[in-house]
Each structure stands twice: as structure tokens, then as C-alpha cells.
């Protein structure tokens, strides 16, 4: 049986790659794109939690996270499109607009 | 120690995926890579004794959601990122105020390290020395799901609704009515 300890440090990693995607990339679609890394290292962790406890929650807030996940894309890549089609840009520094 | 080896590799492969998602300047591979990194979690799962939850991971996110993100890749015809205006613009490189993200992102690493060395070691799961294991089974899911969790399950329901809604108002173009 491999130990808590390993499955926690592969999700700290993965988040810590989605969050410097995040900050990192100047592109929409990829930070999209890094902040589902960042989902999925922490359903790692909700499940391999779930498993060492010895119950079934950590899944069950897994697909919870998962219909999330599905919802934030389909409204993140509307926006996408939408900005895209004022700018012909997807990079986040192109749109200033509401900038003080 | 077969399964000490599959977990290495299927951790390394999600790491190494995800990283390289990151460091794609074409979303096309980044997309393809996030997929290969998705099927490398979906194996960790099913060691974790989830089947499901791994079976949910391809059909959801390899299936339907990197495809919503494949067809906007192609729609949107792809504008990569560009050189120069990378070396300039990049947050790293601006002064000031613009590196507090990076800050952040450095003492969330920290954070993550500090708190995984506080962890105590468990080698198995708890429960399992007075034979209570637990083989999560679709049925018993379904039933924790459907019993205690019935409200959260119908609210996400109306988040779905809402956000199908929005993403056709959004993505609708104006002046059509």
C-alpha cells in the first residue's frame, strides 16, 4: 500500500503547476486550462483522502467538483469567444477596459 | 511493489503532462497534454480503489471537456503567444507591483512543503487493521449520493442550467435577436 504522505505531495505539485500557469502564461486558453490542472490535483487529494478514511465522501465531492469544473468551462470559454471577437486577442493584457 | 512502480510512473507521467502543459506556447499541444495528464490521474484513481471516479475522469473531462476546449482551440483559429511580446510583457520581468503574483505563487509552494512535512505518515488506510475496508462500489455510491448528499446533487442541477444558459447568452452575438 503506498503511503498518504506520496499522493498529497503529486497533488501539491500539480496545483503548484496549475498556479503557475495561472500567474505564468499569457494566453486565456491556457490559463483556463492551468486552473483545471489545479481542480484535478485537488480531487486527488479529496479521493486519496476518502480512500485512507475509509469512505466513499471523497468521491462523492469529486463528481461535485467535477460538474463544477464542466460548468466553469462552458461559461469561461463563452467569455473567451465573446472577448475574442472585440479584440481578435487572447491575451489577458488586451483587455483593460476596466482598468483604474 | 508492481503497484509501488505503477504509481511512480503514473505520477511522474501526470506530473511531467501537466508541466509540459504549461510550458506549450500552442494551446493545441497544451490540450493534448492535459488529456494525456487527465488519463494518468484516472489510473491513480483506480488504485485508490475509485473505479468510478476514474471512469468519470475520461468520460467527463477527457471526453466532453477537452473537447469544448479542442473546438474553441480550433474555432478561435489558435493565436499563439508571442516571443517578443512574452520577453516583455511577461510578469516575471515587470517591476514592482507586478511580481506580487509571482511572490504568491513562490509562498503557496512553501505553504504546500510545510504543511506536507507536518504530515504524519499513514501507510494504511484507517480501519483497515480491524478488517472495515471498504470496496466503494457504484452502488454504494449511488445510495451516499442520492440519500445524504439529494439536495447538493439537485442544486448542481440548477448550476448546470444556469451555466448552459449563460455560456449561450455569452457566446451569442449581438444584435441578433
Known amino acids: ?14 496545483f503548484a503547476i496549475g498556479t503557475a500557469g495561472v500567474f505564468l502564461r499569457r494566453n486565456l486558453i491556457t490559463i483556463l486550462l492551468s486552473v483545471e490542472i489545479m481542480l484535478n490535483a485537488v480531487n486527488l487529494t479529496f479521493v486519496a483522502f476518502g480512500r485512507y478514511r475509509g469512505d466513499v465522501d471523497g468521491q462523492i465531492i469529486t463528481f461535485f467538483v467535477m460538474t463544477v469544473a ?31 | 511493489m508492481p503497484e509501488i512502480v505503477t504509481f511512480y510512473l503514473l505520477a511522474g507521467l501526470a506530473i511531467l503532462a501537466s508541466a509540459l502543459v504549461i510550458g506549450q506556447r500552442n494551446p493545441m499541444y497544451s490540450v493534448m497534454f492535459l488529456i494525456v495528464a487527465f488519463a494518468a490521474l484516472a489510473g491513480l484513481y483506480i488504485q485508490l480503489e475509485a473505479p468510478f471516479v476514474a471512469v468519470a475522469q475520461i468520460i467527463i473531462y477527457a471526453g466532453a471537456i477537452m473537447v469544448l476546449f479542442l473546438f474553441v482551440v480550433m474555432l478561435l483559429n489558435a493565436p499563439q503567444e508571442d516571443g517578443a511580446e512574452w520577453d516583455r510583457a511577461h510578469p516575471l520581468r515587470r517591476p514592482g507591483i507586478g511580481r506580487v503574483g509571482a511572490v504568491l505563487a513562490g509562498v503557496l509552494i512553501l505553504q504546500l512543503a510545510y504543511a506536507l512535512m507536518k504530515v504524519k505518515e499513514l501507510e494504511a488506510p484507517v480501519g483497515s487493521q480491524t478488517g472495515g475496508v471498504t470496496v466503494s462500489s457504484v452502488r454504494e455510491l449511488g445510495k451516499v449520493l442520492f440519500e445524504r448528499h439529494a439536495f447538493a446533487f439537485e442544486a448542481t442541477s440548477v448550476l448546470i442550467l444556469v451555466a448552459m444558459v449563460g455560456a449561450v447568452v455569452l457566446a451569442r452575438r449581438e444584435g441578433e435577436s
Open chain 1, 1 to 14: 500500500m503506498i503511503p498518504l504522505n506520496h499522493y498529497l505531495i503529486v497533488s501539491a505539485v500539480l
Open chain 1, 70 to 100: 464542466a460548468a466553469e468551462a462552458a461559461v469561461g470559454l463563452a467569455l473567451i469567444i465573446a472577448l475574442f471577437r472585440h479584440r481578435e486577442s487572447l491575451n489577458p493584457d488586451a483587455f483593460t477596459s476596466l482598468k483604474w
